[in-house]
């Protein structure tokens, strides 16, 4: 059992970040209803008050509304949020990350926060949040506790409103070879769990609710997550490109690296992974960093229809510089997918309405937000967050 050093002070946001207006971008103002592109169209309509996304080419998932709250993980504890789990419109955990970091959990959707510290908010730092079958949450990172005893993975058991400790460094390291630097992603199904390694090529699962390990070698994963029939995770390396992961439920340890096709060897790692309601899995990512005169336009947006198989080239709409695509999440076949520009490192949100084959960029309200770095998405709402003060939450 593990107790948290301290509860941090609630933070409501009721104050000029809290705009929902804003002019919309080929879209036309959306003061009422918000104005639409054509359907046939690329672009997305801004959503003042209740503003309208435009054709992306696949259909229209309806309005999307646009609120800025604030980003409790940078303006409390000044770090990243690189985690976001909802397990309901309402009910949202963050996970922040880089030195002292903590969790955020929200009980009105994103307008006030309560926060909790492992270690006096010293060292410490959440990278994935993720609920289980039982209705507790899963609380991945690292915790500098003592030595090699350091806690990776929380479990929250919601019916105690507790906190217990289930995978440790030295839990890892009595399996042979060397400990996890962090835990970086976990996946559950029902009583099995994976999780991985952020500095290395490890992951380990346990499929008894965390009671034991077993350890693995695998590649490097960026991001993962649990499909319809095991895990799948996106990675790879700058020089080589990006790499797909893959390995189904009966048989977690055979989880593999495969090259995704990089045709004029210019893409970097991918960071971003999805999939939609009918199977399609979504990757995303950035090609090679631009440089003056020589600049690549665009990220790069591939959909697989056969579980990683074979590839192809999503449409996007609009020549863009991004610097990363950093993550990927869907409900349906109604995608989103958010990250950062480059140079200026503002944050960006692409929409996808036709299972991952076509992309436009959402014009966002009030102009240039932070960088995002996490996207959660719920039935009808998306919870998007990173480096700054700003938590984006799209109603769809």
């Known amino acids: 059992m593990i107790t948290p050093a301290c509860i941090l002070t609630n933070s409501e946001d009721d ?51 646009q609120q800025v709250l604030t980003n409790p993980c940078s303006t409390q504890l000044g770090v990243t949020a690189y985690g976001i789990y909802a397990a309901s419109d309402t009910d949202v955990w963050l996970a922040c990350g880089s030195g002292a970091g903590g969790i955020f959990r929200s009980t009105d959707g994103g307008q006030s926060w309560s926060g909790t510290t492992f270690d006096g908010g010293n060292s410490e730092r959440f990278w994935d949040i993720e609920g289980d079958g039982d209705g507790n949450v899963l609380l991945c990172g690292n915790v500098n506790l003592s030595g090699s005893n350091d806690p990776l993975l929380i479990r929250y058991v919601t019916g105690s409103d507790s906190y217990e400790t289930i995978l440790t460094t030295a839990d890892l390291l009595a399996l042979g070879g060397t400990g996890f630097a962090n835990c970086h992603n976990v996946a559950v199904f029902g009583q099995t769990i994976v999780v991985d390694d952020t500095a290395g090529t490890q992951f380990a699962v346990s499929e008894d609710n965390g009671a034991s390990w077993s350890k693995y070698d695998a590649g490097q994963i960026w991001d993962m997550r649990a499909s319809s029939d095991g895990i799948i995770g996106i990675g790879g390396t700058t020089a080589s490109g990006p790499d797909f992961f893959g390995a189904p439920t009966s048989s977690l340890s055979d989880v593999n690296g495969t090259d995704v096709p990089d045709p004029n060897d210019n893409m970097q790692e991918g960071r971003g992974i999805g999939e939609t309601a009918s199977g399609t899995i979504a990757i995303a990512g950035a090609f090679d960093t631009p440089s003056v005169g020589d600049p690549y336009l665009g990220g790069w947006f591939l959909y697989s229809s056969d579980r990683g198989a074979t590839w192809e080239a999503a449409s996007v709409d609009g020549p863009e510089i991004i610097s990363f695509i950093e993550g990927i999440d869907c409900t349906g076949d109604t995608c989103f997918a958010a990250g950062r520009t480059y140079p200026s490192d503002d944050g960006l949100v692409y929409v996808s309405t036709d299972g991952a084959k076509s992309w436009s960029r959402l014009a966002l309200d009030g102009g240039t937000l932070s960088p995002f770095y996490s996207v959660e998405v719920t039935a009808n709402r998306a919870f998007i967050a990173g480096d700054g003060g700003d938590l984006l939450v799209l109603s769809f």
Do not use: K, L, R
Request: hydrophobic share 20%; glycine share 46%.
């Open 15 to 65: 104050g000029d970040n809290n705009a929902t207006g804003g002019d919309a971008a080929a879209g036309g103002n959306g003061p009422t209803s918000g104005g639409g592109a054509s359907s046939g169209g690329g672009d997305v309509g801004g959503s003042g008050a209740s503003g309208g996304v435009g054709g992306s080419g696949g259909g229209s998932p309806g309005a999307i509304t």
